[in-house]
């Protein structure tokens, strides 16, 4: 079984009175995360808007003031709830932030997750500890989302190893096979701009997996990136998880956008897979 926690340990120059409203205050917090709503209660709602282009819809389960928060994460609206613990301890004249995440489903989703905890605290020092505000960050993050359908595997595979059933969902096929080593072209509208993205199947394990290598045309990509549809069974059905990876391979100038437009993109496209085989209401 693949872990599905970690911890990550950051030292900071600053003390506890000076940390501890960085994590709370939603005008300290957009000094190094992003853009932060948060009520400090039980049950308090939370809603981040990242700098990477995630969105975190959570709730505050326990703050114990100056020296941990809890929090229910969820990464996007349908993700499943995964659990975040920030404990901040005294460390000489400075202190110590430990960040404790768990409930994550798969090595895609606590690679990313980790990634993102790195560079959020060492943008939380860099703010705490020299008044920098972040640059924006995040380019190099996967998009690693997760939806529970309520079909089985085998109902739900054509639907991502077809080219009728990948237009249903995801963009016009012009071209597909499910081969290992067959190209592929996919056209669709977005925002207003036409979008042709292209690439080669990677990997097929019927009714499991889809892996493809992924390309924005005339984006300037340096190369291409990595796109994974992976089902697994679920007591309600199935579970499926997109982890979109390789922002790292184009340009560092054109990552970050890339990766923003990713997160936005995919979202709705899970969103309309999930309306697309919700149960039919009866009337």
Same mark, same amino acid.
């Given at each position: ?148 359908? @309520? ?127 919700? @149960?039919?209401?009866?009337?």
């Amino acid at each position: 079984m693949e872990p599905t926690s970690f911890t990550h340990y950051r030292s900071l120059r600053s003390a506890v009175p000076s940390v501890w409203p960085c994590l709370t205050r939603p005008e300290l917090l957009a000094g190094w995360i992003g853009e932060a709503d948060m009520e400090l209660r039980p049950d308090g709602a939370l809603v981040l808007k990242l700098w990477n282009g995630d969105a975190i819809h959570g709730r505050v389960i326990a703050a114990v003031p100056t020296a941990r928060l809890e929090l229910a994460w969820k990464p996007f609206d349908f993700d499943p709830e995964s659990h975040v613990v920030w404990r901040l301890s005294g460390d000489g004249p400075g202190s110590r932030l430990t960040v404790t995440h768990d409930g994550l489903r798969s090595r895609e989703e606590r690679d990313h997750a980790r990634l993102f905890w790195r560079d959020s605290l060492e943008a939380l020092a860099q703010y705490v500890d020299r008044n920098v505000p972040s640059a924006e960050w995040g380019g190099t993050h996967p998009v690693t989302m997760r939806a529970f359908l @309520p079909r089985t595997a085998p109902e739900l595979w054509p639907l991502l190893s077809s080219a009728s059933g990948l237009t249903k969902w995801v963009a016009n096929v012009e071209q597909f096979e499910p081969q290992t080593g067959s190209v592929f072209r996919f056209r669709s509208r977005y925002r207003g701009q036409d979008v042709v993205e292209q690439g080669i199947v990677q990997e097929v394990i019927p009714e499991s997996r889809l892996r493809l290598s992924w390309e924005w045309v005339g984006e300037g990509w340096s190369a291409p990136t990595e796109l994974l549809f992976a089902l697994e069974p679920d007591p309600a059905g199935t579970s499926l998880l997109i982890s979109h990876s390789g922002f790292e391979r184009i340009e560092a100038a054109g990552a970050l956008a890339a990766r923003r437009n990713y997160a936005s993109a995919w979202a709705e496209v899970l969103s309309d897979l999930r309306v697309l085989v919700a @149960p039919a209401v009866a009337r």
